[in-house]
């Protein structure tokens, strides 16, 4: 959170729990990124938060968020692990 007061733009985090618990103190002009592996149970919590998922490691994964963010009217930014 102190990044964001130093004008940080763009962050990376891990767990959804993280994004969730630290969201509501987060700048709204920050893009938040998830770089660690996403259940497709968790999509739901985090699509209306995060700017790109980069963890994207099955297409059971891209199917559920391209389902949770159709209902949102946004399109997701993906990073397709190999």
Partial sequence: NEGIGAGLKNIGENRVQEITAKYDELDRSAKIHLIGHLQSNKVKYIADKVSMIQSVDS??????????????GKLMDILIEA
């Fill in 59 to 72: 297409l059971k994964l891209a199917l559920e968020i391209e389902k949770q963010c159709s209902k949102l």
